[in-house]
């Protein structure tokens, strides 16, 4: 089958730990993105990258650092230097970075929480 | 910038109700139009979408018209069931690939 894969559904992590969540798709997708989700409140992007060992900050990418070495895999990890990390991360990817019309796609998700 | 705007939650329904939510925007050119679900504790589903003005997006009885004179997206069912039960985002795609996000709308229906 076909999707994005997130792991680790949940992560806990000590205050001043970096931490990476894994994301992973076998979409052929071109295009991936990270969003951070809040309680209550919409998305809001973090990076993304339309093409291999390439990618831009979105609209909160401080505290936040990406690799796009492989076209399958776009790992995130959260920096002791973002403030509140606490959120729901999720991964999403999408063909042809041009295209309007093409849908992103999303992972399931990963809850971090940190302590 | 763009932008999304589309109804605080939360909304409750009995099921079998009539439900819709209200999505306006903003954006430069012409964007194109999408709604995705949320169901507990998962990541966001494309429900369905837009790409031109009077186009009709629809998929599992729900439906959304683009209307760009009133800059407008707002999705609706004509019965809903318990099922339906999610959060559901209004979102956008204009230049740029980069999808905006409205806040979204907690939908809770009863039986």
């Known amino acids: 089958d076909g999707g994005i894969t997130q792991s680790p559904k949940y992560l806990f992590r000590k205050e001043g730990q970096n931490v990476t969540l894994s994301c992973e798709q076998n979409l052929n997708h071109d295009a991936m993105y990270w969003y951070r989700q809040d309680p209550g409140q919409g998305l809001r992007l973090i990076y993304y990258s339309q093409i291999v060992n390439d990618f831009q900050k979105g609209d909160i990418a401080e505290g936040y650092s990406v690799s796009r070495e492989k076209k399958e895999s776009f790992p995130l990890t959260v920096t002791s230097a973002q403030k509140n990390p606490t959120a729901f991360y999720l991964c999403?990817?999408?063909?042809?970075?041009?295209?309007?019309?093409?849908?992103?796609?999303f992972g399931p998700g990963t809850r971090l929480t940190v302590l | 910038g763009d932008s999304v705007t589309q109804m605080e939650g939360p909304v409750t329904l009995s099921e079998e109700a009539c439900l819709t939510i209200n999505c306006t925007y903003t954006a430069t050119g012409y964007p194109s139009l999408f709604w995705y679900v949320q169901y507990p504790g998962e990541g966001l589903q494309l429900l369905l979408k837009a790409t031109k003005a009077d186009d009709k997006g629809s998929n599992k009885g729900f439906e959304a018209t683009y209307r760009k004179e009133t800059t407008s997206f707002h999705l609706e069912k004509g019965s809903v069931q318990v099922s339906d039960s999610a959060v559901y985002f209004c979102a956008l795609k204009a230049a740029g690939n980069k999808l905006t996000f409205g806040g979204g709308t907690r939908v809770l229906v009863k039986p």
């Open positions: 999403a990817s999408s063909f042809l970075a041009g295209d309007m019309s093409s849908e992103q796609f």
